[in-house]
T-cell receptor, first 113, second 112 residues
Framework: DAGITQSPRHKVTETGTPVTLRCHQTENHRYMYWYRQDPGHGLRLIHY???????DKGEVSDGYSVSRSKTEDFLLTLESATSSQTSVYFCAISEQGWSSPLHFGNGTRLTVT | QQQVKQSPQSLIVQKGGISIINCAYENTAFDYFPWYQQFPGKGPALLIAIRPDVSEKKEGRFTISFNKSAKQFSLHIMDSQPGDSATYFC???????????FGKGTTLSVSS
């Protein structure tokens, strides 16, 4: 899986609580991404990073924030979890940006009750 | 302008048959068209990709056909096998800075 570890793999949390998902890579790739996957919606980009401390919003960024203090780690935070954020979250990395292959982690299944 | 429309949503093919999944895009500036394959419990993995300077790319049993004028591209899986049963996503992006936009996916089941 291209040296990508997502943690935790599964999480159940209550509405209103903050949640942080972690993505760790060992490939030293510059670009990192967070996607969410929902039935009928495919994969949608939440946030991405093009370097340490360089991040930008994706298509569905409301309610999420990210941080990247080291090349290898990209954190996704749900500031106050809602039921609509129940989803499978995938981290991905790439070497050269949008037109190079994305390598995905195995996902984090998040349930907000 | 940013959408990628994928069809069909699901597909059942007999072993040995040809699986065909279609995608259409709107943004004529897109210049990179990958297909990803996803097995249950795993993240998507790049299967094959094409750029608009060619009309077809083949890798083993997998072929992408690209029609620039129609703004369509398709994935053909020849001699489909039960191990090909997975969800397939088409995607598109522009090297100059457009995020990779995914289609909604096609669930392929190959019956033995």
């Amino acid at each position: 899986d291209a040296g990508i570890t997502q943690s935790p793999r599964h999480k159940v949390t209550e509405t209103g609580t903050p949640v942080t998902l972690r993505c760790h890579q060992t490939e030293n790739h510059r670009y990192m991404y967070w996607y969410r996957q929902d039935p009928g919606h495919g994969l949608r980009l939440i946030h991405y990073s093009y370097g340490v401390k360089d991040t930008d919003k994706g298509e569905v960024s409301d309610g999420y924030s990210v941080s990247r203090s080291k090349t290898e780690d990209f954190l996704l935070t749900l500031e106050s979890a809602t039921s609509s954020q129940t989803s499978v979250y995938f981290c991905a990395i790439s070497e050269q940006g949008w037109s190079s292959p994305l390598h995905f982690g195995n996902g984090t299944r998040l349930t907000v009750t | 302008q940013q959408q990628v429309k994928q069809s069909p949503q699901s597909l059942i093919v007999q072993k040995g048959g040809i699986s065909i999944i279609n995608c259409a895009y709107e943004n004529t500036a897109f210049d990179y068209f990958p297909w990803y394959q996803q097995f249950p419990g795993k993240g998507p993995a790049l299967l094959i990709a094409i750029r608009p300077d060619v009309s077809e790319k083949k890798e083993g049993r997998f072929t992408i056909s690209f029609n620039k004028s129609a703004k369509q591209f398709s994935l053909h899986i020849m001699d489909s096998q039960p191990g090909d049963s997975a969800t397939y996503f088409c995607a598109a992006s522009r090297q100059a800075g457009t995020a990779l936009i995914f289609g909604k996916g096609t669930t392929l089941s190959v019956s033995s």
